[in-house]
């Protein structure tokens, strides 16, 4: 099985930037399309950026511009870079596995592995 574990996050002024790390387990990952998910209290969870085994990388609308994916193959890490933080990124942010594709979807449902999420908070 995959293995997601995630670090970064925080409190961070507005304007500000913080960095999101996620480590996989499993020889298969570098096969697999990555994303960041986030998510508010009462709202659906929204996708902010995914990248593929390959590098493509793909981003939500409203982070396009502010953030940026890289992976590491070799280190089994995909990170995610977020600069000119505004009050509406807050959320937790989750990175995500598809075991399935070869390429990165936006929709949550088809990814398979989860990390446990991480809390990002921006203060105006």
């Known amino acids: 099985q995959v293995q997601l574990v995630q670090s970064g996050g925080g409190l961070v002024q507005a304007g500000g930037s913080l960095t999101l790390s996620c480590a996989a387990s499993g020889r298969a990952f570098s096969r697999f399309p990555m994303s960041w998910f986030r998510q508010t209290p009462g709202k659906e969870r929204e996708f902010v950026g995914g990248i593929s085994w390959g590098g493509s990388v793909y981003y939500g609308e409203s982070v396009k511009g502010r953030f940026t994916i890289s992976r590491d193959n070799a280190n089994n890490t995909v990170t995610l870079q977020m600069d000119n933080l505004k009050p509406e990124d807050t959320a937790v942010y989750y990175c995500?596995?598809?075991?399935?594709?070869?390429?990165?979807?936006?929709?949550?449902?088809?990814?398979?592995?989860w990390g446990r999420g991480t809390q990002v908070t921006v203060s105006s």
């Open positions: 995500a596995a598809d075991r399935n594709n070869d390429y990165v979807t936006p929709s949550f449902f088809e990814y398979d592995y």
